[in-house]
């Protein structure tokens, strides 16, 4: 069976997400979308963090585990539901990249409350770790890479200047059509990326700790 890899950009709520596969080297597109990852697509819930502040520490608490645990099962069925479409087309879906910030482990809960820089990167990462969460669930294989760090790795390992990368992700769109934004060409590129280089093992991705 051909293989493909999912790519995530992850933002407080939804994520942008676009299969990759390679045919002959080349990838090509085989869906593009962006699922939310709350039921209720507004302020509460997509800033779930920002939301505790305003409880008591237990209400805090279990606010954030509801919002970890509906997002984890959206993107649960956003992901196997991509694999097994691609199994009636032909495709194993092995493996799934996702976009890091540059930013340090998160503390505990009162710890990230009491800061509103953590409170941002503490929404942030919920979402990217329920995907990560789900994709190993999908028994996926997790690639992980820096946003700041994606362009540089990519060339390296791809063998392409960084404009040529830049090219060729313009090019992809041009072929799926709109949208196709910053967040669907990172996607693509570290889908791309963990496909050229995919990882021995899962990656363990060092989420807040707020369970």
Same mark, same amino acid.
């Given at each position: ?98 976009? /890091? ?12 409350? $009491? !800061? @509103?820089? +953590?409170?941002?990167? *503490? =929404? ?15 028994? /996926? ?12 790795? $990519? !060339? @390296?390992? +791809?063998?392409?200047? *960084? =404009? ?8 992809l769109g041009t072929l799926v059509g709109s949208p196709w ?31």
């Amino acid at each position: 069976m051909r293989q493909v890899a999912l790519g995530f950009r992850a933002h407080s709520g939804w994520t942008a997400f676009v299969a990759i596969a390679l045919e002959e080297g080349h990838p090509q597109v085989l869906l593009r979308e962006r699922p939310h990852l709350v039921k209720t697509f507004n302020y509460e819930f997509r800033q779930p963090y920002h939301t505790a502040k305003k409880r008591s520490s237990a209400e805090a608490r279990d606010f954030v585990s509801r919002v970890r645990a509906e997002a984890r099962s959206l993107a649960w069925q956003a992901i196997s539901s991509a694999q097994s479409s691609f199994q009636h087309q032909g495709y194993e879906l092995k493996r799934c990249g996702l976009l /890091l910030p540059s930013g340090k482990p998160l503390p505990d809960l009162p710890q990230i409350l $009491a !800061s @509103h820089a +953590l409170i941002h990167t *503490a =929404d942030g990462e919920l979402f990217r770790e329920a995907l990560l969460h789900a994709g190993e669930r999908c028994g /996926l294989e997790t690639f992980t890479a820096k946003e700041s760090e994606l362009f540089e790795r $990519a !060339s @390296h390992t +791809l063998q392409l200047k *960084a =404009d040529e990368l830049g090219r060729r992700l313009v090019a992809l769109g041009t072929l799926v059509g709109s949208p196709w934004a910053q967040d669907e060409k990172l996607a693509a590129l570290v889908a791309w990326l963990s496909l050229a280089c995919p990882p021995h093992a899962p990656q363990i991705y060092g989420s807040a700790k707020s369970r």
